[in-house]
């Protein structure tokens, strides 16, 4: 059985970096695509972009300027940083995986609560 | 981005009754829809995709339907584990969206 699990400081202050990441298990993370997702507290859910096993990135436009996503598939493991952060930017952070690059996202980590502030 | 709306935001129903829930995009999604579960303080878990195949391990009275801008999740005969949000999601078009959530909770 797959399983994610996400990883990274639960507290970030304005302006810095959040980088967080997302270790799979029980699977290996190619041939597959990877997703981050955020939830705000109360609120609905949000792409923020994926990644191919091999590298391959796409962003939402939205976060774009501020996103970055990397891939070790030595570890089994892909990341994400966004820059810059503001308090808009406290959120569940999920990870999920998807089979193609347009698909439905079939394993989700836990997600992890980032809460940005000073 | 596609806007995806749902509706009703909250619907509230007896145990062993059926539930609608419904999705709508701004434009054509074609059937690159899919809809999920979400618990308290739990992940969402995928059950449905392709807007009527449901995902490994769901249960048979969840089902699906629609293609286009307008899809609909039927729960013919709720169980005490099905109150919870629910979310419609296109992955038709970058960046995909999600709809705001419909809670179903205990009439």
């Known amino acids: 059985q797959v399983q994610l699990q996400e990883s990274g400081p639960g507290l970030v202050r304005p302006s810095e970096t959040l980088s967080l990441t997302c270790t799979v298990s029980?699977?290996?993370?190619?041939?597959?695509?990877w997703s981050w997702i955020r939830q705000p507290p109360g609120k609905g859910l949000e792409s923020i972009g994926y990644i191919f096993y091999s590298g391959g990135t796409n962003y939402n436009p939205s976060l774009k300027s501020r996103v970055t996503m990397s891939v070790d598939t030595s570890k089994n493991q892909f990341s994400l940083q966004l820059s810059f952060v503001t308090a808009a930017d406290t959120a569940i952070y999920y990870c999920?995986?998807?089979?193609?690059?347009?698909?439905?996202?079939?394993?989700w980590g836990r997600g992890t609560l980032v809460t940005v502030s000073s | 981005e596609i806007v995806m709306t749902q509706s009703p935001a909250t619907l509230s129903v007896s145990p062993g009754e059926r539930a609608t829930l419904s999705c709508r995009a701004s434009q054509s999604v074609s059937n690159n829809l899919a809809w999920y579960q979400q618990k308290p303080g739990r992940a969402p878990r995928l059950l449905i995709y392709?807007?009527?195949t449901r995902a490994t391990g769901i249960a048979p009275w969840f089902s699906g339907s629609g293609s286009g801008t307008d899809f609909n999740l039927t729960i013919t005969s709720l169980q005490s584990e099905d109150f919870a949000v629910y979310y419609c999601?296109?992955?038709?078009?970058?960046?995909?969206?999600f709809g705001p959530g419909t809670t179903v909770d205990i009439k």
């Open positions: 999920a995986r998807h089979r193609s690059a347009m698909a439905s996202l079939d394993y």
């Open positions: 999601q296109q992955y038709n078009n970058w960046p995909r969206t």
């Open positions: 029980g699977g290996s993370i190619s041939p597959y695509y």
């Open positions: 392709g807007a009527s």
